[in-house]
């Protein structure tokens, strides 16, 4: 029986992005483990079958102390386990998943970046030097034998081969962790008066929060901010400044949801003004759910949507353009219904899930040599 690893900073991020996958693996006859550090979501993962492997992991954290505590977890799951593949999520768990992997010798690892994060959004001198040094890393760990990298979008497929981490052969650009285009269906559109402009996303300033809350000003309609700070983020927003959006009545602050389904029935338009993305899972699924988008020409947004078709691609960083497209969507309906229903065939067409996971199975059966 084949045996799969999958290292990743959350449990609730391997339930929200990593689960489809995880189950096909199970479904095919593999046994999988799922080494995360885990908050309150371990019966979950448990009642899918998976084992769970509890890694004392903190996903911003940079004291010596409690990171060498996870590298030795790590190395003892590792050891324990010798899977047929490792498979690593985003950026800290792809450094500390190959550097183990290289030190117990194992048999093929599969680094998923799901975006580069803040070391590639921020413009300090600390975040250049911390640019440099994981630049450096991922082109020393990334090149071993029988590994492969995944990427989201054009840009960071791009960005690695610029920096000698992958060769064409070693990388493939999937787009996103896809959708289940049934969970998520074509939704008849809402049509509010005035419409709601959903922002569902982390309440960080590298999302284009505050350029978001800016350009409602100058809207017919409502905001709905539908997410929650994060402060392992060095940008993410405190709630203070988040209840002051609240005071005028044009923002509505409903923090962490799960029901996506239902908000996607009550609000009008998708709107996420960030400054990188890897493919944000919340367009595809507003995508999938009919819903026009606005987003902005960075890496990761470009590629969700074609602008002028099933929405608008503004410039990032600033909220004039944003609440053009924002006011133009508002004010005509019919535009609203006729771009939705082509996100909806762009969503068919690109990110199902299905067609997701066989790319992943795809990776999986040339690292081990199998058909």
Not at 48 to 55: N, S, T, Y
Not at 67 to 95: F, Q, S, Y
Not at 202 to 215: P, Q, S
Not at 260 to 278: C, F, K, M, N, T
Request: aromatic fraction near 6%; charged fraction near 25%; glycine fraction near 8%.
């Amino acid at each position: 029986m084949p045996k799969i690893v999958y290292f990743i900073t959350e449990d609730w991020a391997f339930l929200s992005h990593r689960l489809p996958l995880a189950r096909a693996a199970r479904d095919a006859g593999w046994e999988v483990v799922i080494a995360t550090h885990v908050t309150t979501k371990a019966e979950v993962i448990e009642n899918e079958g998976f084992l769970l492997e509890p890694l004392p992991l903190d996903r911003g954290g940079v004291h010596p102390w409690r990171e060498l505590k996870a590298l030795a977890a790590l190395t003892g799951v590792l050891i324990r386990h010798r899977p047929d593949i490792l498979h690593c999520v985003a950026v800290k768990p792809v450094i500390y998943g190959n550097l183990i992997a290289w030190l117990t010798r194992q048999k093929a690892t599969v680094s998923a970046l799901a975006g580069m994060g803040y070391a590639y959004t921020g413009g300090s001198a600390k975040v250049r030097l911390l640019r440099f040094a994981l630049s450096s890393l991922l082109r020393w760990l990334l090149r071993r034998p029988n590994t492969h990298t995944i990427v989201q979008n054009d840009d960071d497929r791009a960005l690695m081969l610029a920096l000698g981490a992958a060769t064409p052969e070693t990388i493939t650009l999937i787009p996103g962790s896809g959708v289940d285009l049934q969970a998520l269906p074509a939704l008849p559109p809402p049509d509010n008066t005035p419409p709601i402009f959903a922002l569902v996303a982390r309440i960080l300033a590298d999302k284009g929060v505050r350029e978001a809350v800016e350009a409602m000003k100058q809207v017919d309609g409502t905001l709905w901010l539908v997410g929650s700070p994060d402060p392992h983020n060095p940008s993410s927003i405190d709630e203070a400044e988040i209840r002051g959006w609240e005071k005028d009545g044009k923002v509505e602050w409903l923090g962490h949801r799960t029901d996506i389904v239902e908000i996607w029935r009550q609000a009008d338009v998708a709107v996420l003004p960030s400054y990188r993305e890897g493919t944000p899972k919340a367009l595809l699924e507003a995508a999938a759910c009919a819903r026009p988008i606005i987003t902005t020409d960075v890496t990761g947004c470009r590629q969700v949507i074609e602008n002028g078709t099933e929405g608008f691609i503004v410039p990032a960083r600033e909220s004039l353009g944003l609440a053009e497209a924002m006011q133009r969507l508002a004010v005509e309906p019919a535009l609203r219904h006729k771009m939705g229903a082509a996100a909806r065939r762009r969503a068919e067409a690109r990110f199902g899930q299905e067609r997701v996971v066989e790319m992943h199975f795809e990776i999986y059966r040339s690292l081990m040599g199998t058909p």
